[in-house]
């Protein structure tokens, strides 16, 4: 199972680990002063001290945003931080809000959920709830730096925030921008563009990350390797999987064992793990002999493993499962939020 996501358009909260999006130039903030947590089966939030702050209520919740944070109730709505519904739910999906703006998804038929019919389509509301860009798209994803791919007609391209096309649907497939630039596949092999549309590395890679420290992995020939803002090679494509830069490290593969390297290529951490997500706050969850925990930047184990999920930390907090429950630990590996369903 690979560490990373090779085309990044939307943030979410996966229910397995994951690594760190990159949030370079995306403009929208996460806050995590409230985390999600379940209880029998209901989604609601607690406070980094473990304190339930909105009482469990919800089909599902994602993370705060901008002073919002998607729920399900039958439908997709938003929540402010006191619990108070501020978008009524009434969408098929519901993104993050990220630069004033959420893609939402309106499926199905005509009806009061979706006067706009059709098989589903994806547009954008602001805060209030109030339509910005009409749903019209067959996918969208998160605003970053001002733009948003979107597909159209089975083509990606990128919108600016009144919806104007700015970057015609072109793409087979299209990330979205991460300091400055792009990665996108238009029949064959990935490159970047930049927010112009200009080329700027062409297209040579059979796998493109985004951008972050001013490296992005690619793959050739079946090896992955990194390269800078000029598409010049700064590490030679010879490991099996990565992820992306983090304070100098990166999580490398060479077989079935993951380690970290730093910029140059040279692992600081020897592979030994059967898989390995970015640094967040310091630390990175990795598995070993089938349980996670988190190691620091020498590879040394901070939180033992004995997690059968865990997330990065973010705010000071950690989201694991044990036994098919869901938790929160804190930097020393303490439950604030103890387990549950």
Same mark, same amino acid.
């Given at each position: 199972?690979?560490?990373?996501?090779?085309?990044?358009?939307?943030?979410?909260?996966?229910?397995? !680990?994951?690594?760190?999006?990159?949030?370079?130039?995306?403009?929208?903030?996460?806050?995590?002063?409230?985390?999600?947590?379940?209880?029998?089966?209901?989604?609601?939030?607690?406070?980094?001290?473990?304190?339930?702050?909105?009482?469990?209520?919800?089909?599902?919740?994602?993370?705060?945003?901008?002073?919002?944070?998607?729920?399900?109730?039958?439908?997709?709505?938003?929540?402010?931080?006191?619990?108070?519904?501020?978008?009524?739910?009434?969408?098929?999906?519901?993104?993050?809000?990220?630069?004033?703006?959420?893609?939402?998804?309106?499926?199905?038929?005509?009806?009061?959920?979706? !006067?706009?019919?059709?098989?589903?389509? %994806?547009?954008?509301?602001?805060?209030?709830?109030? %339509?910005?860009?009409?749903?019209?798209?067959?996918?969208?994803?998160?605003?970053?730096?001002?733009?948003?791919?979107?597909?159209?007609?089975?083509?990606?391209?990128?919108?600016?925030?009144?919806?104007?096309?700015?970057?015609?649907?072109?793409?087979?497939?299209?990330?979205?921008?991460?300091?400055?630039?792009?990665?996108?596949?238009?029949?064959?092999?990935?490159?970047?563009?930049?927010?112009?549309?200009?080329?700027?590395?062409?297209?040579?890679?059979?796998?493109?990350?985004?951008?972050?420290?001013?490296?992005?992995?690619?793959?050739?020939?079946?090896?992955?390797?990194?390269?800078?803002?000029?598409?010049?090679?700064?590490?030679?494509?010879?490991?099996?999987?990565?992820?992306?830069?983090?304070?100098?490290?990166?999580?490398?593969?060479?077989?079935?064992?993951?380690?970290?390297?730093?910029?140059?290529?040279?692992?600081?951490?020897?592979?030994?793990?059967?898989?390995?997500?970015?640094?967040?706050?310091?630390?990175?969850?990795?598995?070993?002999?089938?349980?996670?925990?988190?190691?620091?930047?020498?590879?040394?184990?901070?939180?033992?493993?004995?997690?059968?999920?865990?997330?990065?930390?973010?705010?000071?907090?950690?989201?694991?499962?044990?036994?098919?429950?869901?938790? %929160?630990?804190?930097?020393?590996?303490?439950?604030?939020?103890?387990?549950?369903?």
């Amino acid at each position: 199972m690979s560490r990373n996501s090779h085309v990044h358009r939307k943030p979410s909260t996966p229910s397995k !680990p994951s690594q760190p999006r990159p949030e370079c130039d995306s403009g929208h903030s996460i806050v995590r002063e409230l985390f999600p947590a379940v209880v029998d089966g209901r989604w609601g939030f607690v406070s980094i001290s473990g304190e339930l702050v909105i009482n469990p209520q919800f089909e599902r919740a994602e993370v705060f945003a901008e002073g919002l944070a998607a729920v399900r109730l039958g439908r997709w709505g938003y929540v402010d931080v006191s619990g108070k519904v501020a978008i009524n739910p009434q969408f098929d999906k519901a993104d993050v809000f990220s630069d004033g703006l959420a893609a939402i998804k309106l499926g199905g038929g005509p009806g009061p959920f979706n !006067p706009f019919g059709g098989g589903g389509r %994806y547009g954008y509301i602001n805060s209030e709830g109030k %339509y910005v860009v009409n749903p019209q798209f067959d996918d969208a994803g998160t605003f970053a730096g001002g733009l948003a791919a979107v597909k159209l007609g089975g083509r990606w391209g990128f919108i600016d925030k009144t919806g104007k096309i700015v970057i015609n649907p072109q793409f087979d497939d299209a990330a979205a921008f991460s300091e400055g630039l792009a990665a996108v596949k238009m029949t064959g092999p990935f490159g970047y563009t930049d927010t112009s549309g200009k080329t700027v590395i062409n297209p040579q890679f059979e796998r493109a990350q985004p951008f972050s420290e001013g490296l992005a992995g690619i793959r050739t020939s079946g090896h992955w390797g990194f390269v800078d803002k000029t598409g010049q090679s700064t590490v030679t494509p010879q490991f099996d999987d990565v992820g992306s830069f983090v304070k100098g490290l990166a999580a490398a593969r060479q077989g079935k064992r993951w380690g970290y390297i730093d910029t140059t290529g040279k692992f600081v951490v020897n592979p030994q793990f059967d898989e390995a997500a970015s640094f967040s706050e310091g630390v990175a969850q990795v598995r070993q002999s089938g349980r996670w925990g988190f190691v620091d930047k020498s590879g040394k184990f901070v939180i033992n493993p004995q997690f059968d999920e865990a997330m990065s930390f973010a705010d000071g907090l950690a989201r694991v499962k044990v036994g098919g429950r869901t938790g %929160y630990i804190n930097a020393t590996g303490k439950f604030i939020w103890n387990p549950a369903k």
